[in-house]
């Protein structure tokens, strides 16, 4: 077999992993957001580093729809530039700073019904874990997205010796191989190919379909995204629109 | 003329006063550093958290600017226009003193000996900048920081060392603004209102730019400048762009 195809076996198995032994979980979660959804809560979303793209596949884009909050830190997630200013040492660093979540939750006005979405493929970082902790301190229920296998093996750093298994209500694993990369190659020493983005999205779109129905379900159908090829061009901006103004008022407290 | 305006226009002359009169022998001591630098093919890395970040964008590139300095803009401590929300100033204002991160920013960059530093600070006092000083003077630079020094001075210390950015580098400009910054007292208001650093900082800078320009032109490497059309056309206007983000590169382009 050649190794692109090991890679696409893989990503497959790990699809399969998740629709064996997460289904339940991710249903308690689409129930869990739909409600919050359904009365005006907010699912805010937060990742570092790379587990930012979880938070950006969830909300604002085609398809998606308005009751998710995307939190997205700059510097915990803007390493463009790899080396230099703004570079990835920075937010490696910065990811890992006890306090800054602190600093960025404080940022927003909360409901007793709203929720918190956490990604973390390691589970071990700071400033994730800080999120979940401050999040429980005002009553909210969490929800973290983790490689559980790997998360396991990874060292926890946090000062309370925690990481976001132990703090979040809910845990998702995205069922990801220790270490994130699955391809091995002969003769080279190190595994690449890594599959968490690929498991993060299948799960927050998984999500996203059933909250989607729910909503609908209860007579609630949600603003969604779409694009012009599917709706024409007048209705998508009107649309697009929409969804815009409805994000804002939810958002606005 | 209303007294609010007034009073802005005196704080700031009386500033730049201060500047032409304290500061001058400082700006050249710098000007002096920057050029040899600068002609030996080294560099002027510029750095400052927050506000002090303008005074970078001063520096390079703009108009009437030129290569040989190294700004390093750090978006998580000086992109804080959300105000409130993601990227909001409590982060900005946190990480900035975040004791550690300016390693983790100085680790990027290759540095010769020959290249100095510039810092801004107008407290003085933000853990990050002066570890930047610090992080300069353990790899042999020399450093220049551009500080309110009486603001800096009344200011309590942040850093595990009981320093401050005016304790660690090696030659002091003071942007002569007055203490807390903000100049103005508007009538029934109990808070001062018009910060003054960035006119002190901006006065500074430009300083030591012009200086710099000459003496690189003395020395007979005349800088490349950024030029506006209207003093030598469109076409030499792209022309000398081109040239000189070409040259920053080749200066910036550097192997360890």
């Given at each position: ?67 998710f909050h995307p939190i997205i830190e700059l510097s915990t997630s803007n390493y463009g530039q790899v080396v230099g200013a703004n570079g990835i040492y920075q937010s490696m660093f910065l990811e890992n700073v006890e306090g800054l979540a602190a600093q960025i939750v ?148 | ?256």
């Amino acid at each position: 077999m050649n190794i692109s195809s090991k890679y696409v076996e893989e990503a497959i198995r790990i699809l399969r992993e998740i629709e064996a032994t997460q289904e339940d979980k991710i249903e308690t979660v689409a129930q869990l957001f739909a409600a919050s959804i359904a009365d005006d809560g907010l699912v805010h979303v937060y990742g570092s580093g790379h587990s930012r793209m979880g938070v950006e596949e969830m909300f604002p884009r085609y398809g998606s729809f308005p009751g998710f909050h995307p939190i997205i830190e700059l510097s915990t997630s803007n390493y463009g530039q790899v080396v230099g200013a703004n570079g990835i040492y920075q937010s490696m660093f910065l990811e890992n700073v006890e306090g800054l979540a602190a600093q960025i939750v404080r940022n927003f006005k909360y409901r007793p019904n709203d929720v918190f979405l956490l990604f973390s493929t390691s589970g071990a970082g700071n400033v994730v874990i800080d999120m979940a902790i401050e999040a429980r301190k005002l009553g909210l229920k969490t929800v973290g997205i983790t490689g559980v296998k790997n998360s396991g093996l990874v060292k926890a750093k946090h000062s309370t010796g925690r990481k976001l298994t132990d703090v979040c209500d809910l845990v998702i694993d995205t069922c990801v191989p220790v270490g994130d990369a699955a391809i091995w190659i002969d003769g080279l020493e190190y595994p690449v190919g890594p599959m968490s983005t690929i498991a993060n999205s299948a799960i927050v779109n998984m999500i996203k379909v059933r909250v989607a129905e729910l909503l609908t379900l209860q007579g609630k159908p949600p603003l969604v995204i779409t694009g012009a090829q599917v709706i024409g061009d007048v209705a998508a901006k009107e649309t697009f629109d929409a969804v815009m103004e409805e994000y804002d008022r939810r958002s606005r407290r | 003329m209303n007294d609010v305006y007034t009073q802005y226009l005196k704080a700031t002359t009386k500033i730049i006063n201060d500047i032409a009169e304290t500061q001058m022998d400082k700006i050249e001591a710098a000007s002096k550093r920057f050029a040899d630098a600068i002609a030996d093919g080294g560099l002027v890395h510029v750095y400052g958290s927050g506000h002090s970040r303008m005074a970078v964008e001063e520096v390079f590139p703009r108009y009437g600017s030129y290569p040989g300095f190294h700004p390093i803009v750090e978006l998580s401590m000086t992109y804080h226009n959300q105000v409130v929300g993601a990227n909001g100033q409590r982060q900005a204002m946190f990480i900035e003193n975040v004791e550690g991160l300016a390693e983790q920013i100085l680790r990027n960059f290759v540095f010769y000996p020959k290249d100095v530093f510039l810092l801004f600070s107008t407290s003085g006092v933000g853990n990050v900048v002066i570890e930047m000083a610090m992080g300069a003077k353990q790899r042999g630079m020399f450093v220049v920081a551009v500080v309110a020094v009486e603001n800096s001075l009344k200011t309590p210390v942040k850093h595990s060392s009981g320093k401050k950015l005016i304790d660690i580098a090696d030659l002091v400009i003071d942007t002569c603004v007055p203490l807390g910054d903000a100049a103005v007292r508007v009538p029934d208001l109990i808070y001062p209102v018009s910060p003054t650093s960035t006119i002190g900082n901006t006065l500074v800078v430009n300083l030591i730019k012009a200086r710099v320009a000459e003496l690189l032109t003395e020395a007979g490497q005349p800088p490349l400048v950024l030029t506006s059309p209207h003093f030598i056309g469109i076409d030499a206007s792209r022309a000398i762009f081109e040239a000189t983000y070409n040259d920053y590169r080749r200066r910036t382009l550097r192997n360890q």
